[in-house]
């Protein structure tokens, strides 16, 4: 039922005079006539101004001055420093101890902001907006002319027939702030304490009673969007999107930069950082900068440089799936790191080791790169990456509904092609001699001959561990005689065949892209035996006692590895104790 609003008549006026209100125009007044009017306590009301049903025992409006606002029921606000103008404010909604909450007639409350995110002249910007998966986010930055020449238009219509709210939502908290300018709040969103919010919404998708969307104290936060994330003790932040499950705390600051779901970043900072899922940071010190990462995790003192003094900071790279960086790391881009693959020291020379996965890579005191390729894949602790990432969703558990596709596999079809790939590269490099100084040299990298045989036997295990885990239930799928294998991209976490991202750059509406990268996700398995049944030959396609025998192998080195980490863990306890 529409609830009736009343001007307060003469004696309803002379209550709220009496407890220290005043109007510029009662007539533009409209109350709840069942209100108990005591509960109005030193209330400015400036131009039209409506307000609900204040019942519950601790509802009431003091110390505030309301201005052309339109208030739901059972509120708490009190306390305010200036104002709350052109408000839409929910029912049960506490705004106290507050400067001001504003709204500009058609605020856009961060939506359509542009996010210089990689190379960070503005020319692969990010449109943002609730409900951009990464997936989508990461073909605007790596397509810019698609972006420019196609898709903005599609998004320009997307965003102007949806609704997006703007206002404070129903059961939201807005506790201890500054000033709140242009900044809509979602339904049972906390901000507490922020410094200052300009320009951007925090947005609630979660179940009710589930709420993970969080704004916290010293927040200094302009032309953002937070869904279903967290900005907490003293983040700066500036044309950011911080997606669901992700947080940034304990004074991180960030620009022109997006996190994805479940990211973890503190202490540093971060430059036109495109933050796939589950990519972490938490040491002071450490710049990331100008780059593509997901599952990455940056040591302490990681650093970056995309500027050389020449043509601005042109220059950005890419840290595929996995990556890791040593503390005191540095890397100069452009770069492409390879899956899974340790950086340690000083890099210089523009690596691109994607052709060598699950490597070290060694800075020298000139800036070189040296690889020993494969090494991590004798790391027990590869395998308990795989498996802690979905236990930490924090998606999962408010009951969301996930934005970003993410597939977890460590082997999969684009690590397996890469060591395969790997694999013809390193026996061309053992057909040749060795340089002078007994190093092997591959697109600007250096490799040992040792390295490269014991990577051989590494990549050739992981092989034949991948095939074991995708065929000893089903068998190995039957190859079609005309299949061509397909080409695999990684889409910030989403694994996909080329031939998908051709569709969604073709596709005509933002519901379409997202329709092909939820197939890929849902095909995922399938499309998997399919590239398997096409891309290996009668070589790798083994007896399966054969199969399973290397793939023990490849257990069995991990087993070896854990085993002596935890000796070697406990001669250090045994050494340290009292």
């Excluded at 009190?78 to 400067?99: H, L, Y």
């Excluded at 992700?246 to 950082?273: I, P, Y």
């Excluded at 040992?448 to 190995?476: D, N, P, Q, V």
Aim: overall charge negative; proline content about 3%.
């Amino acid at each position: 039922m529409e609830t009736t609003y009343i001007n307060p008549g003469q004696r309803e006026i002379e209550i709220l005079e009496s407890n220290g209100c005043r109007a510029s125009d009662w007539k533009l007044v409209h109350l709840n006539p069942h209100t108990d009017f005591q509960r109005f306590r030193n209330v400015t009301f400036e131009g039209e101004n409506s307000v609900g049903f204040l019942s519950a025992d601790d509802s009431l409006i003091e110390n505030a001055v309301l201005k052309n606002c339109n208030v739901g029921d059972d509120v708490r606000i009190r306390n305010i420093g200036r104002a709350v103008i052109n408000c839409r404010i929910g029912r049960g909604v506490r705004i106290e101890n507050t400067a001001s909450v504003e709204f500009e007639p058609g605020a856009q409350c961060g939506i359509g902001v542009e996010v210089g995110v990689l190379d960070e002249t503005g020319s692969r910007s990010v449109t943002i907006f609730p409900g951009m998966t990464a997936q989508l986010a990461l073909l605007m930055a790596r397509e810019p002319r698609w972006h420019e020449n196609h898709f903005r238009n599609i998004l320009s219509e997307y965003l102007d027939s949806r609704h997006f709210f703007v206002g404070i939502g129903e059961g939201a908290r807005i506790v201890d702030c500054g000033s709140l300018f242009n900044v809509s709040v979602g339904n049972e969103v906390t901000v507490k304490g922020a410094r200052m919010l300009k320009n951007g919404s925090i947005v609630n998708n979660a179940a009710p009673g589930r709420c993970l969307a969080f704004v916290g104290a010293g927040v200094d936060a302009e032309n953002f969007i937070v869904e279903d994330g967290i900005l907490d003790s003293g983040c700066i932040v500036r044309n950011c999107f911080i997606g669901q499950g992700a947080s940034l705390e304990k004074g991180f600051s960030a620009h022109d930069s997006l996190f994805f779901a479940n990211c973890s970043f503190e202490n540093g900072e971060a430059c036109a950082v495109f933050a796939g899922p589950y990519s972490v940071s938490m040491h002071k010190s450490t710049l990331i900068i100008g780059c593509q990462t997901s599952f990455m995790n940056a040591g302490s003192g990681t650093n970056q440089s995309n500027h050389m003094y020449k043509l601005g900071p042109v220059h950005w790279g890419i840290l595929e799936r996995g990556v890791k960086t040593s503390s005191g790391s540095y890397l100069m881009l452009g770069a492409k790191i390879g899956a899974f693959s340790l950086l340690m020291g000083q890099h210089k020379t523009h690596p691109d080791s994607s052709q060598f996965p699950f490597s070290y890579l060694f800075g020298d005191d000139r800036g070189a790169t040296v690889v020993v390729p494969g090494v991590m894949l004798r790391s027990c602790g590869l395998m308990r990456d795989e498996q802690k990432w979905p236990a930490r969703d924090r998606r999962v558990k408010r009951k969301l509904p996930l934005h970003d596709r993410v597939i977890f596999d460590v082997l999969n079809p684009l690590t397996v092609e890469a060591m395969l790939t790997a694999l013809d590269v390193i026996n061309d490099l053992l057909s040749r001699p060795a340089d002078d100084d007994r190093y092997l040299r591959y697109r600007g990298m250096r490799f040992t001959r040792a390295s490269l045989e014991r990577a051989r036997h590494l990549y050739t295990l992981a092989i034949y561990k991948y095939l074991w885990l995708r065929t000893s239930e089903h068998g190995f799928p039957v190859r079609e005689s005309d299949a061509e294998p397909a080409e695999w991209v990684d889409m910030a976490g989403l694994i996909i065949p080329r031939s998908y991202l051709n569709r969604a750059l073709a596709e005509e509406s933002v519901e379409g892209i997202r329709d092909i990268f939820d197939a890929a996700f849902r095909h995922y398995p399938n499309l998997e035996r399919a590239w398997i049944a096409s891309r290996f030959s009668d070589d790798w396609n083994k007896p399966a006692e054969v199969i399973s025998a290397y793939a023990a192998d490849f257990d069995h080195m991990i087993e070896d590895d854990r085993k002596r980490y935890l000796d070697e863990l406990a001669a250090q306890n045994d050494m340290l104790r009292l």
